[in-house]
């Protein structure tokens, strides 16, 4: 038997193959491997290809999320509101610059932050919003932005899963004041290591975060403020300038595919597959499909007996973790996403006998 991923990045790699090499090889040859001409162009490519003024190549998404804060001025005594199901990584970066991680509950539907539980948390502390644009699929940037102005913040989106995805017509990532990418291999464009982005119109913002990239320096040995050592190296630069090209295709195979599976199970009552929101289009890092009647554990356990990758994507929300034992707050809402989601292998280039597959199991499954 054939064991399925969760993720097959082989058929890509080796479409690429030729292309790759080549680029290894005229850096090689170039002797530059940091904050090179790669660099520089995967940097105009992505403001570019997003239509953002400035974009900033960082060495992972974290990066970008606490240099982005850092170059809003958020520091210690303010408070940012994020939701409490995201990777870990969101809320670090609040606390990494001295804030304080406040959280909002979200939407069942779309498991972004809800607005009406964003709102009741805001206080004159409270300094920025960080939205997430979870599994592929934007937050509701219209009812946060109106938010923003109300209550004067600022607002950092973190685009981790979303490379690509629109709101509105307008890229993610280039809605709010920043906007925060990670590069990591197994995101929608990802490079063959660590990698990440940031985003903005903001040119002093932008100032900054490279001063900050670079041990807060403009010029070299010139140190102004206490920085980081975040520059992306050439190599991967010069992966994911060869990917990009390919990024709207991808993402549209990915949409192709997660149409394939909903299709297959929106007839099983046990089941909810992803819900789209009409203004945005939802790309797909993740497929993700909620079980009820506490029946998740059981079914990831069974398709791994198939051979058959799942992932749950998050078994524990973030307030729940040993890093927030002081928050007493109860989230009903991402509480019991994380109790019912179950992410399901997916990829721009998964054959749909891959997904029969996956498919004719879950059935199977509940057919008893």
Known sequence: MNKIPILDLQQEIEFLREKLFGAFEDVLKSGQFIMGPQVKALENELADFLGVKHAVALNSGTDALVI????????????????????????????????????????????????????????????????????GQ???????????????????????????????????????????????????????????????????????????????????YYNELVGY????????????????????????????????????????????????????????HQYTIRVSQNKRDALKAYLEEQGISTMVYYPTPVHKLPIFQDVEEAFPVSEQAAAEVLSLPIWPHIQREVQEQVITAIKNFFKG
């Open 68 to 135: 982005g804060l850092r170059a809003l001025g958020i520091k210690e005594g303010d408070e940012v509101i994020t939701t409490p199901f995201t990777f870990y990584a969101t809320a670090e970066a609040i606390q990494h610059v001295g804030a304080t991680t406040v959280f909002a509950d979200i939407d069942p539907e779309t498991y972004n932050l809800r607005v009406e539980s964003l709102e009741e948390k805001i206080t004159a502390r409270t300094k920025a919003i960080i939205p997430v644009h979870l599994f």
């Open 138 to 220: 934007a937050a509701d940037m219209d009812a946060i932005q109106n938010l923003a102005k109300k209550y004067d913040l600022k607002i950092v989106e973190d685009v981790a899963q979303a490379f690509g995805g629109t709101f509105n017509g307008s890229m993610l990532g280039t809605i709010g004041d920043v906007g925060c990418f990670s590069f990591f291999p197994t995101k929608n464009l990802g490079a063959y290591g660590d990698g990440g982005l940031l985003t903005t119109n903001h040119d002093e913002v932008a100032e900054i975060a490279k001063m900050l990239r670079s041990h807060g320096s403009k010029k070299k």
């Open 229 to 284: 050592n975040s520059r992306l190296d050439e190599m991967q630069a010069a992966v994911l300038r060869i990917k990009l090209p390919y990024i709207r295709d991808w993402n549209a195979k990915r949409e192709q595919a997660a149409a394939y599976y909903s299709a297959a199970l929106n007839e099983l009552p046990e089941v909810v597959t992803p819900a789209i929101h009409p203004q945005c289009n939802h790309v797909f």
